[in-house]
């Protein structure tokens, strides 16, 4: 394929060569990075920013504008070249320079919150096209909500054949398209390029085809055809259903000797080949410089998004929805919840309830949901066992996006990556149930919320052996564990209904941080019978039950707190004082500092109690303090049994008390 | 739609109606379980067996068997329901009235190893399809190797909705589609409903055309009419693509009041539409009781089944192949094995090469796979970075399945599923490649690796922030910890070239366990430059560097050991004497048991060194013991400036050394 004849340059050939030689420019600076897919997909890129995307540099969090996601998240430079084309205040000639360098915005990855204009972090792929499907569910919610005056936009996605490949893409196209997302579309870099060498080593799927399956409109064009490309914008704009756009691009487009092979994918194409893409691109410049007027175009776009974010400015302010919409982008009304919560607690302190915590989370929801007017719901197809769907709440089923609840499938890692791209959209706050095991299938997005500080709440039940019959696969026994491992996150488990209430505000509360909520599927007593108004969940840890002078401390979790508060009565018979402290979240109890955990945990001899494996406990345990737990994958039994069989019991916590206090002279 | 009418009952009426009694009353006996699904495939599933099912009862292991994967695996009951009336001697109908209790084989959903005839454990749903796609690809590896007398036969699959949901499904259809797996036949049971509800809550994917798209032959049927069901299968055996047949069901079909809804899903009947499903179906057995002519039925599959096996070893005793098809399926040579990797060893730390322990990889791979002639190679489209295709290894192109190396595509977790049937199938031993960060993509197949107890290699390199410019999305941190909570997860990360040949002589030994090899991008200098014949790795950990009298004991793992060993040095000019212990595997470690690890520790204070968070470190860290390594994610630079910022080097740990060393007035 020949390279662009530089007698016949365009405007846009300019603005695109200008992605171009900066994506080469600074992945030979960094020595580091991926100018294949930057320099493939310039032209389709141009073309979509050029005649249709509206964004207003000079305000990046204008809520109605059009959402770019870089689903093929090694082409970043693609994002650093545009944005700075565009001419983002903080994306100067210096921070490309500075690519894939210490403290630059240019992360190796785009990376969400590191510069304006990244809508999203992407580089595990599928996870752009993915989260795209959520702010592109997002959007229908809220225009169905406020109306096209005020939320009218589109979500373009550029996905490479590993985006089309992993498996979340799969869970997000058959969600997109059965929620009829017509404002989302994605470009594929059809470009028959992977790393290990040609697409045919790997796959023989019929992307269209399989597209067209899961309900979406399907085109393919030559990716550097540039009005072949405007018109697919223009059909798939007009279509109500997703579109993608299949452009059939050569990687690494203009570089001669090298294009169209693997070998630009990822490395530095060298001074020689990168000298022969200017002269083939006809692009004179020096590395780092940017005709004026090639600047003049970019500005050109900037300016129509500036003129389009006014105008709906102004339709903002006269607005009746004016204020609910600003609301819905507002923090949390926290004294709001403060209040519902803290009445809601008055009154289960007094009704002492025994239910399992799944349940007191559809209790505490209730609250929630009645407090806070943009939540949104949903579950991995386990609405009854989750109990993520509260009174009044209604579906959203397309064609009519006014609902609260969406059934996001047998799909948790759709579910997690839709939800982190409602987040990051704005306007609602997401929260979403599967069972706590599969906490494994949706990781790598939750790992994305983390990473970004989304404060999304994953809802996640069955949590341990408790569950019964199901057995081992579904047994989660080093989820916690995994779960506790990963910076950022906020793992709850409640031992009953005011801890779960109290967990919720928390996780209501959040602004940089995702919570995910461990909940029993048995029912477990009331344990705070006196009510506090202070939140002692967003303590981490407390003590339960005190005692005026300590042989031992039970410290547990969830449904094992009532388990510690039983040994501590068994063992008072016996003479052992046993003080209990409930540790509901162990990143609170550690952002507590040393002393005030030491204060709360005391001196005497410690036992952990969890039905899962040891591992993180070191945070409370010392050498030599008990352990009552899992060491290895659970069975199927009724929860009782299991709970005998693998020796959690009050009296094997008893027992190990006793044990603990001989040895310390005690008794 | 109306339930069969007992007067024309046929055989295989019967056959099925025995399934759907067995599962039916079992389920009510446990109060607990799934009815809907055995009960609406029933009629799928006797035909299968009935009519093409080649599997003797009496030699379960046999090779050549057909496979049959449930993989909407809360059906369990059909699966314990066929393999009682198949006279499968651990599966009297005692163990059908213990289903779901506690020491019975009948677990809630079916776990390999727990029963013959179990293929592999299912339950987290798409599991079972994407496994099933590694069987029927070891299958046509074995019979490309070793001819059609010796291997010929097929893999089936009963797949639900959710495992057609499920993300994992794409990329394992994707890949079947791919590799031509003509002896792969999917049954989908298409019966429209979910936990939630009907499938139209959440779906609408035409899967027929989805999977046709992915190169699928295709076939719709209705799943009571059995011999449309008897001629789909004629017909996708005949074909030389996967094929799927989307079979129309009821589910709970016989339920006159329930089928069809998702009640029947997965709660017991109750009594009174048992009883009323009984009146329906024609079956006026006693739970629990079948009658002798169903019995004969279904022994008669069985017979015929043990007939072909008997064939079969006669083609196999008179076989130019017979040594060497009996060598794949028997263990690995171990002492073959130790002969290669110590000799290697030998030269090596004559050598004393500075290479990254993916590169290691690769070197002592080239030992393994000329040693043991089963391997089969591949990764996740990172080969050139895994390092895991060693010379003369030939890809498995389609339709030629004689390679050895399989490029995976972008689907880590298909990948690992795959790889999970390639060793369940038997013959070969998989090892795939992909970076330690998406160790997250593939983590529920990896579950049930260990789950299972099968030993597959995970080659995950890029371990930690070593890898540098890709930045945080790419940057385990938290990674080496949620593999370590693992239970049954061999979890390596070697510091040289040495421990690395070690590691994968271990991780080849296994029988009973998988292997994670953690594994550096950037170069490492050989530490264990004095030959030991003894595979040292195998502990765990051992003293790297003694010293006569330890002031202080610094352990590391993998890139840190080198770190550990020039802070070492540093702290030895400054008199202060330190210990070097590197602790590859934390699991083997731990399992010497606390003496032998106390004695390799030691009694000086203690630093561990790993660019990871702490969590599981307190294996060998006790309170105010030093950790020199992350608290939280990476970011995007060289990885000497990564290491430098977030304070991992030599100089922070002397620092460290010298705080804890004047605490404990050591100076």
Redesign the interface.
């Known amino acids: 394929m020949n390279v662009q004849s530089p007698v016949s340059a365009t405007a846009e050939d300019l603005m695109a060569n200008a992605i171009r030689a900066l994506a080469m420019d600074a992945v030979q600076a960094?020595n580091?990075?991926h100018p294949g897919a930057p320099m493939g997909m310039a032209d389709v890129a141009t073309v979509l920013f050029n005649r249709f995307m509206r964004i207003d540099p000079r305000d990046h969090r204008w809520p109605d504008r059009d959402r770019f996601v870089m689903s093929a998240?090694h082409g970043s430079m693609l994002v650093y070249a545009v944005n700075h084309l565009l001419g983002y205040d903080d994306m100067p000639m210096s921070q490309l320079k500075a690519f894939?360098?210490?403290?630059?915005r240019t992360?190796?990855?785009p990376?969400y919150g590191h510069a304006k204009g990244i809508e999203t972090?992407?580089?595990?792929?599928g996870q752009g096209i993915s989260t795209a499907v959520g702010m592109a569910l997002a959007e229908r919610m809220l225009a169905a909500r406020f109306g096209s005056d005020l939320v009218d936009h589109y979500t373009y996605v550029i996905a490479g054949?590993?985006c089309l490949?992993?498996?979340?893409?799969?869970?997000a196209i058959?969600?997109a398209?059965?929620q009829k997302l017509g404002r989302l579309i994605v470009f594929w870099d059809d470009n028959g390029i992977?790393?290990?060498?040609g697409t045919e080593?790997?796959?023989?799927?019929?992307?269209p085809?399989?597209f067209?399956?899961?309900?979406w409109h399907v085109q393919a064009v030559d990716g550097h055809d540039k009005e072949a490309v405007a018109a697919a914008i223009e059909a798939a704009r007009a279509d109500d259903r997703p579109s993608m756009i299949a452009c059939r691009t050569v990687i690494g487009f203009g570089a001669p000797t090298m294009q169209g092979t693997h070998a630009v994918h990822g490395a530095p194409l060298g001074d020689d080949e990168i000298a022969a893409t200017r002269e083939a691109l006809g692009w004179s410049h020096a590395p780092f410089e940017i005709p004026q007027q090639v600047y003049d175009a970019w500005k050109a776009v900037a300016r129509r998004g500036a003129d389009a974010r006014e105008a709906w400015a102004r339709r903002l302010s006269q607005s009746h929805h004016a204020d609910t919409f600003r609301a819905a982008h507002g923090p949390v009304d926290r004294a709001a919840l403060d209040a519902a919560i803290t009445a809601y607690k008055h009154r289960i302190s007094a009704d002492a309830p025994k239910v399992a915590t799944r349940k007191a989370s559809e209790m505490a929801l209730e609250v929630v949901n009645g407090t806070l007017p943009n939540t949104v719901g949903g579950?991995a197809?386990?609405?009854?066992?989750n109990n993520t769907k509260t009174k009044g709440m209604t579906?959203v089923?397309p064609p009519d996006h006014t609902g609260n609840y969406v059934?996001?499938?047998?799909?948790e890692?759709?579910m997690a990556a839709a939800m982190n791209g409602i987040a990051l959209h704005g306007g609602l706050k997401p929260y979403g149930g599967t069972f706590l095991?599969?906490a494994?299938?949706a990781?790598?997005a939750m790992?994305?919320s983390?990473?970004m500080g989304l404060p999304v709440t994953y809802v996640m039940t069955h949590d341990s052996i408790g569950l019964?019959?199901?057995?081992?696969?579904?047994q989660p026994?080093?989820t916690l564990?995994?779960l506790?491992?990963?910076?950022?996150m906020l793992v709850f488990r409640p031992a009953d209904a005011i801890e779960t209430a109290e967990a919720w505000q928390v996780a209501m509360e959040q602004t940089g941080t995702p919570s995910v909520l461990a909940l029993s599927r048995q029912g477990l007593p009331t344990l705070r019978t006196r009510h506090t108004d202070a939140n002692l969940t967003a303590r981490g840890a407390y003590v339960l039950r005190d005692v005026p002078r300590r042989d031992v401390t039970l410290i547990a979790t969830g449904s094992e707190v009532s388990l510690a508060m039983e040994a501590a009565e068994r063992l008072e018979t016996q003479g052992i004082s046993a003080a209990v402290v409930s540790a509901p979240c162990f990143e609170l109890f550690e952002a507590q500092g040393a002393a005030a955990r030491e204060a709360i945990l005391g001196d005497a001899p410690r036992i952990g109690i969890e039905a899962a494996?040891r591992?993180?406990?070191?945070l409370v345990?010392?050498?030599g303090d008990g352990f009552v737990g899992m060491?290895?994958?659970g069975?199927?039994?009724?929860a009782p049994?299991?709970y005998r069989?693998f020796g959690i019991t009050a009296e094997a916590v008893a027992d190990t008390a006793k044990q603990l206090t001989q040895k310390e002279g005690h008794q």
């Open positions: 960094a580091s990075g998240g894939r360098q210490l403290g630059a992360a190796g990855h990376e972090t992407t580089g595990p792929l054949d590993g490949m992993e498996g979340i893409s799969h869970e058959d969600l398209g059965h992977t790393i290990d060498g080593l790997s796959t023989s799927t019929d992307q085809a399989r067209a399956a899961a309900g579950s197809d386990l609405t009854g066992s579906p089923t059934h996001y499938g047998i799909r890692h759709g095991v599969f494994d299938y990781r790598p790992r994305l983390a990473l019964g019959e199901d057995g081992p696969t579904h026994v080093e564990a995994s506790r491992a990963m910076p950022n494996i591992q993180g406990w070191d345990l010392r050498p060491t290895g994958f069975a199927s039994a009724p049994d299991l069989h």
